[in-house]
């Protein structure tokens, strides 16, 4: 069972998939993973990769892809895996449905975990970090003993330009624009099941895993 798990970020995709990790045994299979390991292994594909990755370059759909086919032949992936990171396009959704089929696999289901803009602005714009011994905060989940100082050290934490409320949301849009394609393409398909990824992890796990069981 090959399961696509879509969201914004904030959503609590990595948090669900480690969740199901361990209840299904379904790996686990990030972008970023992918291209760690085939760099660090030296594959053709990750020498093709290397120079994208390192200049923060978009890497090229055909070199992820051709990561992806990969990974999924190996034996931990035979039962299926849940695919996190990729596609975030609909040309790419195209492409892998397209590649897949060449080896006789299939997306079965995507689970799309959704959050309203308003409340992952408040997850990803509340986050501090240490200048000094780089430690991170949370205003909400993992707020600092004494506000805007370090426990560890004691210096003023300070507030990334990115993590900035404005350009959380400004980045959520955009990332927005290119997931609603791909949401309609899944469920033109038939295999888009949403899970709402708001409320405690647990309640969002049973949401995610009533998907994944095709109850809903
Ligand atoms: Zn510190």
Redesign the pocket.
């Known amino acids: 069972m090959y399961v696509v798990l879509l969201g914004l970020p904030g959503a609590g995709k990595g948090t669900q998939a480690a969740l199901l990790k361990d209840e299904t045994g379904l790996p686990h299979v990030t972008t970023g993973e992918l291209f760690r390991e085939n760099i660090r292994g030296g594959t053709d594909l990750g020498k093709q990769a290397q120079p994208f990755v390192e200049s923060g370059r978009l890497v090229p759909d055909e070199i992820t892809i051709g990561m992806l086919l990969d990974r999924i032949s190996q034996p931990d992936c035979a039962g299926g895996c849940m695919l996190d990171g990729f596609p975030r396009s609909l040309e790419q959704a195209r492409a892998l449905d397209e590649a897949l089929a060449g080896k006789g696999k299939r997306i079965d289901r995507t689970i799309y975990i959704s959050v309203a803009t308003d409340e992952l602005v408040c997850r990803l714009s509340g986050r501090w970090s ?1 200048p ?4 991170v905060y949370n205003e909400t989940s993992r707020p600092p003993r004494t506000p805007g100082i ?1 426990d ?4 003023r934490l300070e507030q990334r330009k990115d993590d900035r409320p404005e350009a959380v949301r400004t980045r959520l849009e955009v990332n927005l624009k290119n997931l609603e394609p791909l949401l309609d393409y899944y469920r033109t398909q038939g295999k888009l099941c949403e899970a709402s990824g708001e409320g405690p992890v647990e309640e969002v796990a049973r949401a995610v895993r009533a998907c994944l069981e095709g109850e809903r």
Do not use: R, T, V
């Open positions: 240490c000094n011994c780089g430690a370090c560890n050290c004691g210096s």
